[in-house]
């Protein structure tokens, strides 16, 4: 298969500050990829150096062979993009910004029209300032702004916030409809559940490194065991013994902990040693999935403090992504 | 612009825009620049009435007594020209800062809206994933500023032409050839003015770092020029000060635009696109 994209050692650096470190990843085409990790981790900076708005500090991005800065015009044409916070000129309505930018990008607009249909703009819609959308709505027109021209790489910066249950269907069909016409669809995010319907592969990132490159099905398979213990009233919880890397907690007489799959079967057979009413075991959540990978792939993890960053919450100040 | 409010997306019609970059920038100041050259023409037919009012006998009793050297910083002329005469008065309507100030307001909007506007709102990212050299970007924007400059100048040239060509006692002080002539170096002297506030646009991430290098390029240049006119022993600094060589009251009794002054004025202009063009090819572009 042909990469369609390639980082290569890709690094962005802004003063002391590191946006990206040592980036390796490619993709192929008509791959829908996951661009997965928390607010803060170097997604945005990594698809600015993609599209060519961010020069690398080191390393190479190549998208369909080419450099984004360097080729530019030559690639641009190609790309269909929607930024992560998607800013659009207030003082004009969502039919010019279509046309305006479908102008600039250069290239008939053949999908406009069944895009605003399927999105749910109207007519009304589109002929109002965009200064009065909701946030929904704006990102509605920045997807149709983004595929209208059928680009041959979509690439798409946290597509379905603020986007209502009922249009993320259509949005995720959209993508599904865009891969098996042979398009590349990179997809970043911070809702693993989004990551796990839409694509075949994810690549995580943590503070500006890539923690890991899997398929979604490989990561699925990983995931922890929530393991449920009730044990009768009055027990003295200090006295079940159990491992600490199971993240136990405790809530009235129910003990929950969360087990790595490969660990599952001697685990429980210790467990059922124990005086427990009720046992009941169930696979980890997605976020918890990804915690857990996150705890396995990073060496220092134990000199980290236990609780892991939260996922689609504000990052802390330390790891809040840097701008140029 | 070419894109009125249709209530529909506009399907996949022929991409067909042109300067849209260009036409952009202006569409989104058109308000701003139809206030400016309102303002702009109700000032000059202002000074054209005053003028109006003084008979020719009580200038020449003003002229008896020579104002201070400093004066000229605020009659628009090298010395040849006394504030005390219909040049003077209508070459003062050219120096004054509600004339510099509007100029400067231009200059300072659309600077900003060539680049740095776009990098604060954050609407640069939309425009540069598309096939936009940067040059493309510069060029068109700074089309748009010289075209904001060009409609305000030329505002305030139509109304004091009008004012001559109705006023004999004016039409006999100033030719209209004159007027067309102080015209174009008031217009030397924005393009001056906006080359720098275009490199400052080129590298900055917002419109008030470019606004504000507008008003000091613009402010401590009268002010520089004001000085050096006052106080003898730094004469010498009145050669960097752009309004130095901007002197409407002179163009306007001689009729002739002074060659070396304006390109000058259009030298610091060019230089400063042209330092903006290598800042703008250099930077990372995003919010």
Known sequence: MVAVIELTALTKRYGATVGIEQLDLEVEAGEVFGFLGPNG???????????????????????LGLDPIADHARLTPEIGYLPGELRLYGELTGAQHLALLGDLQGRPTPRRDELCERLELTGRDLGRLVRHYSHGMKQKLGLVQALQHDPEVVILDEPTEGLDPLVQETFFALVREASEAGRTVFLSSHVLAEVQRACGRVAIVRAGRLVTVEAVAALREARARRVRLTFPDGSDHAAVPVEARWSPTW???????????????????????????????????????????????????????????????????????AGP | MGYGPTGRPGGSRPVSGRLVLYWLALYRRRRMLLALTIGMVAFETLIIVIARTIPPQDLFLGSVRQPPSAFRAFSGSGGEVSLASYPGLLGAGLVHPFWIAMQLTVVGSLGAAAVAADVEAGTIELLMVRPISRARLLTERTAALVTGSVLVTAAASAAIAVGVEITPRLREAVPLRGVAAAGVLGLGLALCIAGPVLAVSAAGRHRGQVIGATIMLGAVGFAVNFIAEAWSTVSVLRFVSPFHYYRPADALVSGSIPVGSLALLLGVGLAGVAAAAWLLARRDLAP
């Open chain 1, 251 to 321: 809530s009235g007489d129910e003990l929950r902990l969360l087990i790595h799959p490969d660990e599952i079967v001697p685990a429980l057979r210790r467990l059922l040693q124990l005086p427990a009413t009720d046992v009941a075991v169930e696979e980890a959540g997605l976020d918890e999935a990804f915690l857990a990978f996150y705890r396995q792939a990073e060496p220092d993890a134990k000199a980290r403090p236990a609780k892991a960053p939260a996922w689609g919450t504000d990052p802390p100040a330390d790891q809040a992504e």
């Open chain 1, 41 to 63: 981790a170097g997604k945005t900076t990594t698809i600015r150096c993609m599209v060519g708005l961010l020069s690398p500090t080191a390393g190479t991005a190549r998208v």
